[in-house]
């Protein structure tokens, strides 16, 4: 079992991009999920900063942990250290008592505490609040939680987004943010050896991080000069720094009509796009509503999973487009912008 620590403050939608990489992911406190198995895939989560192997759970109380490290069977060797967190300061728990009582609980057991370069990392995760209810995250049933985590350092997510929209090469008003552009690919099912489709690509936020997630990439978008700068953003930043995707990710960006896409049957795994926000599209021809259905109908033409991101809720025309609506997520962005996320499945 995994303890998977969360971050941002929207907890089912942290979980739910969680279960792109683990396993039965179910909410059990304000910024903690249990997961049956964590794989690989952490590296990539946007909102899960890492996964845990288990040690075990207690109340959000010191002697509690204390007491359940002194029981716990240790199959480690090498050197250690304990790092704690009062998650969102939910707890009265002081992280540096539990550092030292729990690192003395090691010591007893006789490990070397290594602070600067351990082999191993105990991290005793306390949090204590309401569970968010939520129909597409399993536990997330509104209850209280007083929860010690207590789990060793399995897999810690990169974190390794693209500079901010506005420190990148080609740049236009409205682009999201990294962070929320690397979960919705995540959440549509970018992943290496797999295909992630934006039909409206604008400056490429989404792709660069389908790039950088090592997804190989198809982009249009109505305006040249997107197309342009989206190429130009992908050969800049949808890579991560460290090469460890190996070479930059396939890609090909191309001007076109998100509802009558150049794009055969099937050609993609997952699509996502991120609709024009206000009454009209801003490339003329189509009115909102026309496009996001045409693009709907297009996106599960080409794909079996999509994202789409929007300034209100297009849950009726994705339905009637053939999708099913896994989950749904309004996420605050500012005073006058919450961003509708739905996340559809090919009926
Ligand atoms: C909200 S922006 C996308 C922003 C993008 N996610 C980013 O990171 O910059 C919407 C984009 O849809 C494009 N667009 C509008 N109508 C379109 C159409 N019929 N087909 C393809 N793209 C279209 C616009 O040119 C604009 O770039």
Redesign the pocket.
């Given at each position: 079992m995994y303890w998977l620590e969360l971050a941002g403050e929207e907890d089912a939608f942290a979980a739910y991009e969680a279960a792109t990489a683990a396993a039965g992911v179910e909410l059990i406190a304000p910024g903690i999920a249990r997961a049956g198995h964590a794989g690989d895939g952490v590296r990539r989560l946007a909102y899960t900063r890492a996964a845990h192997e288990a040690v075990g759970r207690t109340d959000a109380d010191l002697d509690a942990a204390v007491a359940l490290l002194e029981a716990a069977g240790i199959d480690r060797e090498g050197s250690v250290a304990v790092r704690a967190r009062n998650v969102r300061a939910t707890t009265e728990v002081s992280t540096s008592a539990a550092e030292r009582e729990l690192g003395g609980v090691l010591v007893d057991r006789g490990f070397e505490v290594d602070l600067d370069d351990p082999d191993h990392v105990l991290r005793a995760l306390f949090a204590a609040g309401d569970r968010p209810a939520h129909d597409a995250v399993a536990g997330a049933d509104g209850e209280s939680g007083s929860v010690c985590a207590l789990g060793w350092v399995d897999t810690e997510a990169a974190r390794d987004f693209s500079p901010k929209?506005t420190e990148r090469s080609f740049f236009?008003p409205?682009?999201?943010a990294p962070i929320d552009?690397r979960a919705y690919v995540n959440v549509a099912g970018a992943a290496p050896g797999r295909t992630l489709l934006?039909?409206?690509?604008?400056?490429?936020?989404?792709?660069?991080e389908g790039g950088r997630v090592g997804a190989d990439l198809l982009g249009?978008?109505?305006?040249r000069k997107?197309v342009r700068?989206?190429r130009e953003n992908l050969r800049a930043h949808g890579h991560a720094d460290d090469g460890e995707n190996g070479d930059s990710p396939a890609f090909e960006v191309a001007r076109?009509?998100?509802?009558a896409l150049p794009i055969r049957d099937d050609a993609a795994d997952a699509v996502?796009?991120?609709?024009?926000?206000g009454r009209q599209?801003?490339?003329a021809?189509?009115e909102l509503a026309d496009?996001v259905e045409?693009?709907l109908a297009e996106a599960a033409r080409v794909a079996p999973r999509a994202v789409v991101?929007a300034d209100r809720d297009w849950r009726g025309p994705a339905q009637a487009a053939g999708w099913r609506v896994d989950a749904r997520f309004e996420r605050r962005v500012h005073r006058s912008l919450t961003r509708h996320v739905l996340a559809l499945r090919r009926e």
């Open positions: 929209p236009q409205g682009s999201m552009a934006d039909p409206m690509c604008g400056t490429g936020g989404l792709l660069v249009t978008d109505a305006q997107m700068g989206t076109g009509d998100a509802t996502a796009f991120d609709a024009p926000y599209s801003k490339v021809r189509h496009l045409g693009a991101v």
